[in-house]
C-alpha cells in the first residue's frame, strides 16, 4: 500500500512539474490596443464612483459626510479652544468715556481669579495686596511718595467711566497688545483686556515705569 501511495504522489509531483514548464513556454496573451483603450474607459467611468483611501475603497458620498463630519468636530474643537474676545461698547462724550463690555467665544471654566501678578517696579515697592474670588489688586510706592495701582477683575458684567474733561485719552499698542491710555493732571492710566480679564494700572509715578508694569503682565499672557 506504501508503495502504491508513493506512486502516486511521485506522479502528480510530475505531472505538476510539466504543467508548470507548459504555462512557463506558453506565449504572453495581450490584449489589442482598441480593446485596451474601452476596458481603461470602462474601469474610469467605474471609479468615479469611489474614493481611494489607503487600501480601502470607500463610496465618495460616505467620504463626502466623513469630511464633513471631521470638519464640524475640528469646528467645534476650536470654539472649544478659542482665545475669548472683548467688544468695548464706548459711549464718548465731552464729558467720560463710558465703557462696556460684551464677552464672545469660549470663557474659562472657572469662578475664581487667576491672579496675574506683575514685576515690582523698580525703587517701588508693594503697600497693599488684596485678593478675592473676582479680583485681584496691588498697590505700590516710592520713597517719592509717587503710587502706582494695579487692578485685575472680570471682564463679564463690568463698566468703566474715564473722565474725558481735558484728558488725552487715545488707542495704542504696547508689546504688541491694544490698549487704552489716558493723561490727566499727571495721572496716567493704561487699560487692557486679555478675553476675560480686564487689566488696570494707573498712578502718578513716571509713565515709563507705570508702562513697564504694563508690559510685565502682557508678556505673562
Not at 42 to 61: D, G, L, N, Q, T
Not at 84 to 113: C, M, R
Not at 115 to 124: A, H, I, L, N, S
Request: proline share 2%; glycine share 4%; net charge neutral.
Amino acid at each position: 500500500m506504501s508503495k502504491l501511495s508513493d506512486a502516486f504522489v511521485d506522479a502528480y509531483a510530475g505531472e505538476m512539474a510539466d504543467l508548470d514548464a507548459r504555462v512557463s513556454a506558453a506565449p504572453k496573451h495581450t490584449f489589442s490596443a482598441g480593446f485596451e483603450h474601452k476596458m481603461k474607459a470602462a474601469f474610469k467611468a467605474a471609479e468615479h464612483r469611489y474614493v481611494r483611501v489607503s487600501h480601502f475603497r470607500i463610496r465618495r458620498a460616505v467620504l463626502i459626510a466623513i469630511l464633513i463630519a471631521l470638519l464640524v468636530i475640528s469646528s467645534l474643537t476650536a470654539l472649544a479652544l478659542m482665545k475669548p474676545e472683548l467688544i468695548y461698547i464706548i459711549k464718548k462724550n465731552s464729558v467720560a468715556w463710558d465703557i462696556h463690555f460684551k464677552q464672545e467665544g469660549a470663557t474659562k471654566d472657572t469662578d475664581k481669579i487667576e491672579c496675574v501678578k506683575p514685576e515690582t517696579p523698580k525703587e517701588f515697592s508693594i503697600t497693599n495686596e488684596q485678593k478675592t474670588d473676582e479680583s485681584y489688586s496691588i498697590k505700590y510706592k516710592n520713597e517719592e511718595g509717587k503710587f502706582i495701582n494695579y487692578y485685575q477683575i472680570f471682564a463679564e458684567g463690568t463698566g468703566y467711566v474715564i473722565d474725558a474733561e481735558k484728558n488725552n485719552i487715545h488707542k495704542t499698542v504696547i508689546d504688541g497688545h491694544k490698549v487704552l491710555v489716558s493723561k490727566k493732571d499727571g495721572m496716567y492710566q493704561i487699560f487692557f483686556d486679555d478675553g476675560v480679564y480686564l487689566y488696570d494700572i494707573n498712578g502718578n509715578g513716571d509713565y515709563d515705569a507705570i508702562k513697564n508694569l504694563a508690559i510685565s503682565v502682557i508678556d505673562k499672557l
